[in-house]
C-alpha cells in the first residue's frame, strides 16, 4: 500500500513542480518558505530551479513506485499493516509536535491561515483538507493503523497540490 500512496503522490507532485505547470514550481518555492516555522528574512538556500530538479527526479521515479504497487495488487500481495504499539510518551510528544505545527500554520499570520482568509471554497476545502489530513495522521500514527495512516497522508498531500495549484493570491505567496 505505502508502494500505491508514495508513487501517487510522487508522480503527481513531480510532474507538477518540474513542468511548473500553472507556477507551481514557483509557488511551492514560496509556499516551502512561508511554512517554515521559524524562518528569517534571510536569503533563500535553495532556488525554485533546485526544487524543479528534485521534483523531476520524484516525476521519473514515482510512475516505476506506482506500477510496482498496482503490480503488488494486483497480485495480491499487500496487505493491510499496523505499527508497533507506542508508549504513552510518544503519544504526548507527539501531541505537543501536533499543537505547535498547528499553531504555527494557524495563527493569524501562519500559512494556512492566510491562504484560508485569500481563498473561495475550493481552496478553503484543500485548506480544511491538509489540517484534518494532519490530525487524522498523527492519530492513526499514535493508533498504530498503517494502512488508514497512509491514506490521511495521501488526502494531504493531494489536497496540498491542489493548494499549489489554485489561482495566486499575491498576500498568500509573499514571503
Given amino acids: 500500500m505505502f508502494a500505491l500512496v508514495w508513487g501517487t503522490f510522487a508522480t503527481t507532485l513531480g510532474w507538477v513542480v518540474a513542468a511548473d505547470f500553472r507556477g507551481a514550481a514557483h509557488r511551492f518555492h514560496a509556499f516551502s518558505h512561508a511554512a517554515t516555522p521559524f524562518a528569517g528574512s534571510g536569503a533563500h538556500v535553495m532556488g525554485v530551479g533546485f526544487f524543479r530538479l528534485v521534483a523531476g527526479l520524484f516525476a521519473l521515479i514515482g510512475p516505476i513506485v506506482l506500477v510496482t504497487g498496482l503490480l503488488e495488487l494486483w497480485r495480491g500481495e499487500t496487505e493491510n499493516f499496523s505499527l508497533p504499539p507506542v508508549g504513552g510518551w510518544f503519544v504526548l510528544v507527539q501531541a505537543v509536535i501536533l499543537g505547535a505545527a498547528l499553531w504555527s500554520f494557524w495563527r493569524r499570520s501562519g500559512f494556512l491561515r492566510r491562504q484560508w482568509d485569500v481563498g473561495s471554497g475550493p481552496r478553503r476545502a484543500a485548506v480544511a483538507g491538509v489540517t484534518a489530513s494532519t490530525v487524522a495522521f498523527t492519530l492513526l500514527l499514535a493508533l498504530g493503523s498503517g494502512t488508514w495512516?497512509?491514506?490521511?497522508?495521501?488526502?494531504?498531500?493531494?489536497?496540498?497540490?491542489?493548494?499549489?495549484?489554485?489561482?495566486?493570491?499575491?498576500?498568500?505567496?509573499?514571503?
Wanted: charged fraction near 10%; proline fraction near 4%; aromatic fraction near 4%.
Fill in 149 to 175: 495512516m497512509l491514506a490521511a497522508w495521501l488526502l494531504g498531500g493531494l489536497c496540498g497540490i491542489a493548494l499549489l495549484l489554485s489561482d495566486p493570491a499575491d498576500s498568500a505567496t509573499d514571503v
